[in-house]
């Protein structure tokens, strides 16, 4: 399947695939209005930082999901084009799948609330608005091997 | 102390749309942005704004944009804003003034004072997309005439050439002056596009070697980074005697840009102000000049042309004169309006002439000497669009260099800060973090792209002349008019007016 893989040399950790990713998951039309109620990334994707070396992080919609194995309320599942998705409605903010995730991707969202992860856009049609907005191609989707 | 300047533009931002993603802090090299995290809020330093557009262009919320300040001095049509700035500036430092890039002077610009003809009626004009169309040039000292052996093969010597597929070439951009990446990028276009980038003085990067096919070397007054498997790397060698940008002086990389890196291909010490002499002192005369293009075809066994790159000047037809007799295979003139990484204002500004006219007098000055194919000629200096370099071939250039388009497709805005160091695009800079936001995949594509779509609109241009070689236009001044000019300029540009 395709993920959004990292090129971590290109990666000026302007961090503007945060916000993005936060921009796509609020499903607004206008992009300040997605942080009108005080949201904040990171949301999907984050970037990890040390001095000059910067990349960013998200979800690799594993193969064999610890995340979803984990869940104790059924709101993880996978969808059709792979994605691990989060239904908000179920999920009961109990952080299991953040403890069990070996790549650190999920977010809390704050106590008893629905976590937020990388669902690959799928309100967007799986485009992903961090790789697409990203200014030096430092995050690609692509096909790749599987994890 | 006083502080006599105020700040050229003003940083806008729009609160309502502004998110406080900080992206504008993070990426803005010169601090102009900061954000206080006791108030929430964030403010600008105007006084270091270059105009730059990296802000504008990345924040997401568009809440951002320059604008040049209202501030103002009493008007005055002979002491403008910028002339008293300057005095202030050196006032304040005692300093020859430094700019980059070309003139932002109003001087005239021929070429958009020529027209280009096209077919009605009487002549056919031809479709580029349904009919073959030839824009392939080859660049270099061409036979007078064909003598064959008995066996039918050719007698004649033959000259080393260039083989271009489009017109255009990358100028000459010193590494050191522009970054690793920029480079990269112009040397993966160049052989995608069948063209060539050229070094500049600054040498070649031990990285880019392998585009070697693609590359010119030059050979400048410093003779920065010049050895034998230098000028074996690349397909052609150029002398640079001047730069439209700065006729009668040698380059100036500021040391602050000579890091290791480029103090290893330069062959000069880190930290060292790169100085090139005015002229090269081993060249007092065209005989001087003879000696050191042998020099450079003896150590390459004869197999590549030699290019003299001169700035248009007073006297640039006879200059070329001696140039084609000199043995050089091409000439390249650089007009007055080039750009440059840094040169001293005033030069900049008032010394040379267009390369429009400069290449009219150069071209009928060879045809009546009979010398025209000794060379090729090719054109440099604020070749700005496809129509430029039609023009330019309808006045006589075999080809044209481009470098300010180059780099405004690598991202550029033209701020004319690069003898600063710290362009936010990451082109006239050597800080690895700067240096880093130019992706030569994503540089490479954007000129692969512009040349491609300049080659189309030439293409289209010369069909609607009814051309379908860029040989049967070179020259061919009939195919243009001028437009508001004077008798003595069309006469030196050698066209007629439009109506005649
Ligand atoms: S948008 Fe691209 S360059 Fe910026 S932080 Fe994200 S991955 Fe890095
Ligand atoms: S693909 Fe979409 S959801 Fe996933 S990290 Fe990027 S912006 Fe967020
Ligand atoms: S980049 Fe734009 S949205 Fe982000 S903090 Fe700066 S002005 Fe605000
Ligand atoms: S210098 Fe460039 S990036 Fe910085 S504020 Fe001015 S325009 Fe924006």
């Given at each position: ?147 | ?47 270091k704004c270059v105009n730059c557009h990296r802000c504008v262009s990345l924040c997401p919320a568009h ?77 270099g000292k061409k036979p007078e005439a064909l003598e064959y052996l008995p066996d039918g093969s050719i ?346």
């Open positions: 399947m395709k993920r959004v893989y990292v090129n971590e040399e290109w990666c000026l950790g302007c961090r503007l695939c945060e916000y993005w990713c936060v921009f796509s998951a609020s499903g607004e039309k206008h992009f300040p209005f997605a942080f009108d109620g005080g949201a904040k990334p990171p949301a999907g994707i984050q970037v990890e930082e040390r001095g000059s070396v910067h990349f960013a992080v998200n979800c690799r919609h594993c193969e064999d999901p610890l995340c979803l194995k984990g869940c104790i309320s059924g709101a993880l599942s996978r969808d059709g084009y792979g994605a691990i998705r989060v239904d908000k409605t179920k999920c009961v903010g109990c952080h299991t799948c953040i403890a069990l995730c070996p790549y650190g991707c999920i977010v809390s969202g704050g106590d008893n609330m629905p976590i937020k992860k990388c669902q690959l856009c799928a309100g967007k049609d799986y485009t992903p608005q961090c790789v697409s907005h990203c200014p030096n191609n430092a995050i690609v989707f692509e096909e790749d091997e599987d994890l | 102390m006083i502080d006599y300047i105020q700040p050229d533009y003003e940083v806008v931002r729009n609160k309502d749309l502004c998110v406080k993603c900080k992206v504008c802090v993070r990426q803005c090299a010169n601090q102009v942005h900061a954000y206080d995290e006791k108030r929430d809020a964030l403010y600008v330093d105007n006084s809440a951002l944009k320059i604008v040049k300040t209202d501030h103002c001095f009493k008007p005055s049509a002979n002491y403008t804003e910028d002339i008293i700035k300057d005095i202030y500036r050196q006032a304040d430092s005692g300093g020859v003034l430094l700019s980059s890039m070309g003139t932002p002077k109003s001087y005239p610009v021929y070429w958009d004072k020529m027209l280009i003809n096209a077919s009605q009626v009487t002549n056919p004009s031809i479709d580029p997309l349904r009919e073959p169309m030839e824009i392939k040039t080859f660049l007698k004649t010597e033959k000259y080393p050439n260039l083989e271009l597929k489009v017109p255009i070439m990358f100028s000459a951009m010193s590494y050191g002056s522009i970054s690793k990446n920029a480079h990269l990028c112009l040397a993966r276009a160049a052989r995608e596009l069948g063209t060539f980038y050229n070094t500049g003085e600054g040498g070649l990067h031990e990285d880019l070697y392998e585009y070697g096919e693609n590359t010119i070397v030059q050979v400048a007054s410093g003779r920065f980074g010049v050895h034998p498997a230098y000028l074996r790397a690349g397909s052609a060698i150029e002398i640079k005697i001047g730069q439209g940008a700065k006729p009668g002086i040698g380059g100036h990389l500021p040391g602050s840009k000579i890091g290791e890196d480029v103090s290893r291909t330069r062959m000069i010490p880190m930290g060292s102000d790169a100085i090139s002499p005015a002229p090269h002192h081993d060249i007092y005369s065209i005989e001087d000049l003879r000696q050191l293009v042998y020099s450079l075809k003896e150590a390459t066994d004869y197999k590549k042309p030699v290019i003299v790159k001169i700035a248009a000047v007073h006297n640039v037809a006879a200059i070329a004169s001696g140039i084609a007799r000199s043995g050089a295979d091409i000439i390249a003139i650089d007009g007055f309006r080039g750009g440059t990484g840094a040169a001293p204002t005033r030069i900049r500004d008032n010394v040379g002439i267009p390369v429009e006219l400069a290449l009219a007098a150069v071209d009928t000055r060879l045809r009546e000497e009979g010398i025209r194919n000794n060379v090729g000629i090719v054109v440099g200096g604020s070749v700005r669009s496809s129509a430029d370099v039609v023009k330019a071939v309808a006045l006589g250039a075999d080809a044209v260099y481009i470098a300010t388009p180059a780099l405004l497709a690598l991202g550029c805005h033209l701020c004319r800060s690069c003898h600063s160091g710290r362009c936010n695009w990451g082109i006239a800079t050597q800080i690895p973090e700067l240096v880093n936001r130019l992706n030569p995949d994503i540089g490479a594509r954007r000129l692969v792209n512009l040349v491609t779509a300049w080659a189309h609109e030439i293409m289209e241009m010369m069909g609607g002349m009814g051309i379908n070689s860029i040989e049967a236009l070179r020259g061919n001044r009939l195919m243009l008019r001028g437009i508001g000019l004077s008798q003595k300029e069309l006469d030196i540009l050698g066209i007629k007016h439009a109506g005649e």
